[in-house]
């Protein structure tokens, strides 16, 4: 298998603008997370999917962020606007899920650099 | 509140041994994971502790003690490659994941 596969790699945009991040989880996960990563904050979760249903969307920090996963093989972050302060490492991981509704471990994704002017 | 302590920075020597402690308070627990993450790159999976004790994978192993809500990542023989950021994460009763913020692993020669 490729591994989770993420894009753009890098995105450079000026703020205002809407940014989608792509994701491919892979086959066989049924849990997907989006995360965000900067060195201020640290790795922040913020919102994770099973079988493509939003389980917890707690930490998306505002409503300019919104995610889907259409089907079991492709996600979208977006940010519409996109702020400066959004600049960040955004990571998608995917897992399988165990007995108790719990999971295991993650595989990331290489992230996508995201800079905003 | 939900809490996770790591150490912010250690620095250890090649060849030699460096443990690197996690504390939490969390609500509930249903496992804890330690993660490695070089510089630029993404997070990947080190070792999974549900039960107390010592899981040893190779150089690296984990130790936890759920009563005293206390986590170990033990790494021997130190290698030039081992400098990286060392991540605790746990999972609540609610099966949310809980990070702490990492502890960077200097390895000097």
């Known amino acids: 298998d490729a591994g989770v596969i993420q894009s753009p790699r890098h995105e450079v945009t000026e703020m205002g603008q809407e940014v989608t991040l792509r994701c491919k989880p892979i086959?066989?996960?049924?849990?997907l997370f989006w995360y965000r990563q900067t060195m201020m904050r640290g790795l922040e979760l913020l919102i994770y999917?099973?079988?493509?249903?939003?389980?917890?969307d707690s930490g998306m920090p505002e409503d300019r962020f919104s995610a889907k996963m259409p089907n079991a093989s492709f996600s979208t972050l977006k940010i519409q606007p996109s702020e400066p302060r959004d600049s960040a490492v955004y990571f998608c991981?995917?897992?399988?899920?165990?007995?108790?509704?719990?999971?295991?471990?993650?595989?990331f994704g290489p992230g996508t650099r995201l800079t905003v002017l | 509140g939900q809490n996770i302590d790591q150490p912010t920075e250690m620095t250890a020597t090649e060849g030699a041994i460096v443990q690197i402690n996690c504390t939490y308070q969390?609500?509930?627990?249903?496992?804890l994971f330690w993660y490695q993450q070089h510089a630029g790159e993404a997070p990947t999976f080190l070792s999974y502790?549900?039960l107390d004790g010592l899981e040893e994978k190779g150089r690296f192993s984990s130790f936890l003690s759920r009563s005293k809500g206390y986590s170990y990542l033990l790494l021997k023989e130190l290698q030039m490659k081992d400098s990286a950021s060392y991540l605790c994460?746990?999972?609540?009763?609610?099966?949310?994941?809980?990070w702490g913020a990492g502890t960077k692993l200097i390895i000097k020669p």
């Open positions: 086959s066989g996960h049924d849990y």
């Open positions: 991981a995917s897992s399988w899920g165990s007995s108790g509704g719990s999971y295991n471990e993650q595989f």
């Open positions: 999917f099973n079988n493509n249903v939003p389980i917890d």
């Open positions: 994460a746990v999972i609540d009763s609610n099966y949310q994941l809980i």
């Open positions: 969390t609500s509930g627990f249903n496992g």
């Open positions: 502790n549900v």
